[in-house]
């Protein structure tokens, strides 16, 4: 039996584990592979993990460990390499781990199904490993954004974000884990008051449903999207990642 799974802390709002056992189910693969969450509490724990399951043969990594794992990897794909964040990992024959980024490709499809060719400037909350990937998919978009961040990896702080920058940057992206169950009553510091029907609020949260980010922005009027568009889509890419390289 083929182990895949999914690591990260806390793991309680993931819903990665009922995605791809209905997944395999569908397939016809139940017989086959089995999907499991693996809460870590230090990515150091890694190793063991993987010398304690011999069958395991991929897994995605979520918050916190996006970009701690790098180096725990082989190597990386050109994607990866490019965002310098994974949250797909193939277990290779000899053990050693590649790492891959199937957010990126989750973000961007989402985005365009529900952007379009609508022409706005962005910010994005947060600095971590989904950031990342959002980042990069921006950028490919040649869409102008800020990062903002409570640290100084960011292009603002949230205290510096005046109702002229909200004006000017209509599509706001949640790429902090901030509102995610089961904390389910927090949200980004955000000036919620300025925000205005032209304004879209993208969440990468999808447990719950609708965020407190989002629920704050209902209220405004503006339009929204949780990531539950982008959740499917990173989980298919990391499936056929899987399925490609297991099967030839």
Not at 21 to 30: D, H, N, P
Not at 34 to 54: C, G
Not at 182 to 201: F, I, S
């Amino acid at each position: 039996m083929e182990l895949y799974g999914i690591i990260g802390k806390p793991l309680a709002h993931s819903l990665s584990a009922d995605y791809f056992t209905r997944k395999f189910a569908s397939a016809g693969e139940l017989d086959m592979r089995e999907y499991r969450k693996m809460e870590l509490e230090s990515i150091e724990h890694l190793p063991t993990l993987i010398a304690q399951n011999p069958n395991l043969r991929g897994f995605n990594v979520t918050h916190p460990y996006k970009e701690q794992i790098l180096p725990h990897l082989a190597r990386l794909s050109s994607e990866a390499q490019r965002i310098g964040a994974v949250n797909c990992v193939k277990v290779e024959e000899d053990g050693s781990l590649v790492g891959y980024n199937t957010d990126y490709e989750g973000f961007a499809m989402a985005l365009g199904e529900v952007l379009g060719g609508e022409e706005v400037k962005a910010l994005v909350l947060g600095t971590g490993g989904a950031s990342k990937a959002v980042q990069r998919v921006l950028a490919d978009r040649d869409i102008d954004f800020l990062v903002v961040s409570h640290s100084d990896r960011g292009d603002l702080s949230y205290e510096e974000l005046t109702p002229t920058i909200i004006a000017a940057h209509r599509l706001i992206i949640n790429a902090t884990p901030l509102g995610m169950a089961p904390a389910v009553g927090e949200c980004p510091p955000l000036p919620y008051e300025h925000l205005t029907p032209d304004h879209l609020l993208f969440d990468l949260i999808y447990n719950p449903a609708t965020s407190e980010f989002l629920r704050r922005g209902q209220k405004q009027g503006t339009r929204i999207c949780n990531g539950q568009r982008m959740f499917v889509l990173q989980a298919e890419a990391s499936y056929r990642i899987w399925s490609r390289l297991s099967r030839g």
